[in-house]
């Protein structure tokens, strides 16, 4: 074997040591039949009969097969249970099945392992000796309790070794066909040499430690093992197997994701799509790697394997364990799985795999990145989690002291503010003069004469707003959602939670898909008064058609502004609408929203699934996003009086709202105001219509506008009601170049989002509600599971308006910025402002195309914003990016064999059958059990205890040996020194799936069966694990290892014994345990205990067997039984092979025969095997 790095080695080892087993097993079938075979033979009678030919039989004094287990009544009842000619044809008539060269291999084989490896041999017998000598003494309590459990075990009506083994008869037929006799050989003696390896060693000894501290040294995590055991076999699964099938499909599809071909047209074996994996975590990951620079080394960000892997870590133990994240410590895996069985449709998956495999395929606009060559290299789900990222840090807080400049101060940690919409229009935001946005708005605000309709008290109070506004907090009240309407950033009561765009835009997520905000709901699903239920079991509309939380018809809140004039008009209060009165409460200064409309018929669907779906780009495309800015200023430096400025936007779903913007050419503005951007023949209203209603609101999905109304009276003040006296000159303070600019929100925002529209359908156009059934085979079926993740974090929000909040989302945001490393980075701001600011403050960024020209320029050309994804010969290659493939666009890595199986289909399944209410006990005992075990589990920082485990230095380990690998191996993924990645990929495929003959899920499958079956109680697990842990340790407490010294030091011998006949073995091996009559099958039918005896004593019997003189005996004479067994064996071989030429002079009973005779006769044979030479 060449050298391997210490933990594919370790993966390799474990993969030979279940596979190479099956050698070790059929020596144990060969000294079976040998004690068979000799109590096959038993003499009727002690006499002996002077005419048959006898000589000093009566002195004998050595070791007899008749009477060898004597003083082993436990053991000898199995073989008296047997009948001796039924025996002897049912062995006969299988071994006449194989080839003579396999049955001569065989025999060769206990041969060796019975002389050559005589002294391994005895050590073994001690070895196990003293394995069931910890399980009666270590615990004996333990040990008697479980007693009853045995008892049941053995009484079990189905085959329970068969069934437990992990070898098929066609899996030793397989190897058979597949390998040559030479092949066979030195795999097992490969494998005999890595057990002996200090690897091995070193691997078992932490194996055996975990187990020591799991079981024994930490009570946690014992309890959580309990609690995780307890849960599997709780009573309820008893009726209903369905979640432990979920369980073990899960379990199997790890292993037929490597009988998966990689790429969109499966051109990679999934054994070199892991060596390239292994390859590329080195290449940009570590330290060294070729492409890891100091961009992936941002000390706050750094994109470095071991972080990754501890990292990764944290966030999954707080999903388990929310700690100080929430109000009260929850588990969000439990309450996701909660909320998929809510959702009604979750229960029955389809195709989830399929979903991830097509947000690799797609990129941000749902383009193919194989064939289409105007799409983007990096892939959907890549750019998800950039997009994520930055959502979550874009967002910044304003200079509004100093009206000169437009200088940023600082971040908002995700929270975009009325500054930044301003920047992203590219308006004035400071100048020389008063004419800019930080001054109005400033004068606005100071004035206190700018009101707004509180609902709660039906009062007008003061509406107060700058640059550093969030904008969440401005929208009106039936599209702002959950977020509170605190304009103040400074306020107590200001809403630090749901200002921030993402926990914002994913309550509204889960408003309209579970809370019944959106207009289409499951007719089917109703309540005793037949009013209809959304999942989370709110009514979404009564039973009579009313509505109940989704408005098909609203209003904004009142707007107006005081204007304190000369005479004669003195002062006024203008509404919105443009509405005037002298004096407060001006009648109808709202605005009608009506959303698209839906038919009754529409919004009755058939399905949970479908009202989800539905609602979901509702959401997206039609729900109607609105925000009204007041503003009382003075429009322009040649105005003596302020004036009164109305903004309003509205966008047809996030879409919409997104892609917000004046639809105007340079030099149209004033006439394209209010004209809706794609039904663009229409106008959301005259701007200069006063009084009057909004008139025309688009139907058309993903659409949006902007209106921009100024009132005031002339340029004196002292004219009639009038369109502001400078409206053309408004609009070179907003869009002062409305040629460059995208639109009112951040364009490395809107220019990304279209991504989110992938979370839908993975289609490149649009899916609206009504085309939703059209598109079904194309919806991602990944989502709910997302949403329902969402909502558990969601509902642990709390205190969001208090200086105590809490935000579990921080957990979705931290794994999101995780993914996109090393795009993410902490550095100055380095777009361009007006004066150039000396001093830019630092601040998180995701690295983009464009990044010369700064991560906020709201002017450059469409590619600029895109995620960067290399600089020259520097590439920038996310975890993500390189687990989905080796090279951008080929789609040939992990996730995609991943999707290629039905794995997420079944844990989507297994979470929602976990999260029925009839489920409830299981899933907390199992929850719980996984917390507790992690808990337990430390990084460096929170200074474990000894009883605990440290996986920060296992990570480092693992980081460094993959580090190491291919400097080792070669940079030639194809060398053969490469193969370690072949015999981990083989481990997964042979050990996992479920057409290998030598799966150990099938054995799992049957033990959780046989376990449910007998129906174990809590204490009688309780004593089964104080029964494995006698294994870990002596009964004085100290360590012993000896599963350890079993597979380390006496089983290599033995191995390296049989290597040479391995391939025979497992052609004997073949037809002797084949279920189809084979001579397995005759044993398990024929061959029984005496009821007399129990478990124990059988334990007992075969502890002291192992012990004594028959087996331990060192002499090479009859009183050894594993000389006298050998040597019978070596004899029978040489009959075997050389039939009737094996006598020659010097016998007793020496005779020749003629040289043309056909065979040798029973006379012969006999001769030779009980002649003494």
Known sequence: MNLKLTNLRKSI???????????????????????????????????????????????????????????????????????????????????????????????????????????????????????????????????????????????????????????????????????????????????????????????????????????????????????????????????????????????????????????????????????????????????????????????????????????????????????????????????????????????????VGGSLKELIRIDVNGKDRAYDGTSRSMSALETLFVVLTVANNYGFTWDTANTANDWIVGTTGGELTVGDAIHSLKSVMGSSDSFNFKNITNLSKSSGKVYRLNPQTSLMETHAFDLNTRVLSLLEDNARGITASVSDPNAADFDRVYNKTLPWALHWVKRATYGGYGPYYNKNRRDGAGNFLSPDGTITRNNDLSETLYLPTWQTRRYEIQLNLPAPNNTKYVGLRGNVQNAANVPNTYYTITEIPKTDAQRAVDSDEEAFYKNLQWLLYEKRFVAVLPVRAKLSATVAFEEALFITAIGNGLVGMLNLKPNCNPNSCSQDNGRWTVDNTNYVKAYNAAGADLSYLSNTPGDSVMLLEGWGFGADGQQAFQVTFVYPALWSLIVPSPDLIYGMLPPVISLNVPVLERLGFSTSSKVVPEQVNANWDKRNTLTPLVVALAKAMDDQVSGQQTAGFKNPYVLLTNLAELFSRPLVFFGPDTTATNPSNPAPPNFTQVRIVGMADGFRNPIASTMEYYPMTASGAQEYRTLISVLSENTRRYQDGALNLIGKTELLTGLVKFFSRLGEPGNANVKTKIFNGIKLVLGEVKISAENPAASQFNIETKFAEWRDEVAAYPTLNGTNIFDPRWSGVDDVVELFRDYLSRSSGWSVVASLDFLFDLLLDLSPSPYEVKQLLNLAASFFYNPDNTRSYTITNILTQSLPPVLEAMAPYGRSLYGTGYYLATSDGGFVSYLENRMFMNPAFSVKDLFADVRNFLRSDIIQNKGENNHSFLFSAGTLVQQIADVYQSGRKFSPVGFYMYDNWNTDQPTSTLWDDMNFLFSVQ
């Open 13 to 351: 080892h474990i993969h030979r040591i279940l596979r190479k087993s099956v050698g070790s097993l059929c020596i144990l079938w060969i000294s079976y039949i040998l004690f068979f075979l000799s109590f096959g033979c038993k003499p009727s009678s002690p006499k002996y009969d002077t005419k048959v030919f006898f000589d000093n039989i009566d002195s004998y004094d050595g070791l007899s097969l008749f009477t060898i287990l004597n003083g082993y009544p436990v053991l000898k009842s199995f073989f008296t249970s047997l009948d001796p000619v039924d025996f002897n044809k049912a062995l006969g008539d299988n071994l006449a099945k194989a080839t003579r060269e396999d049955n001569l291999g065989t025999l060769r084989a206990s041969q060796s392992a019975l002389l050559v490896s005589r002294v391994p041999m005895q050590t073994l017998s001690l070895d196990s000796a003293a394995l069931i000598d910890k399980m009666e003494n270590t615990n004996p309590g333990a040990y008697n309790a479980v007693q009853p459990l045995f008892e049941k075990i053995r009484a079990y009506p189905k085959r329970v070794v068969r069934n437990l083994v992990p070898i098929s008869a066609n899996a030793l037929r397989q190897e058979y066909i597949s390998k040559t006799k030479d092949q066979v050989a030195q795999s097992i003696a490969d494998f005999a040499s890595d057990l002996r390896s200090a690897d091995t060693r070193e691997l078992l000894t932490e194996i055996e430690d975990v187990g020591y501290k799991g079981l024994v040294a930490n009570a946690n995590v014992r309890t959580g093992v309990e609690n995780i055991l307890n849960g599997f076999f709780d009573p309820v699964l008893i009726a209903d197997r369905s979640l432990k099938d979920g369980f073990i499909s899960i379990i199997y599809d790890l292993g037929e994701m490597m009988f998966k071909r990689a790429g969109f047209t499966d051109f990679k074996t999934p054994n070199t799509a892991m060596k390239e994996l292994v390859f590329n975590l080195d290449k940009y990951f570590t330290a060294g790697g070729a492409q890891h620079n100091a961009d992936y080394s941002d000390v706050q960000h750094p994109a470095e394997l071991k972080s990754f892997l501890m990292e990764s870590f944290l966030i999954a133990r707080s999903l388990l364990d929310t700690g100080t994240l929430t109000a009260v410590p929850t588990n969000l895996l439990e309450k996701t799985a909660e909320n998929l069985y809510l959702l009604g449709f979750a229960g029955t998956p389809k195709n």
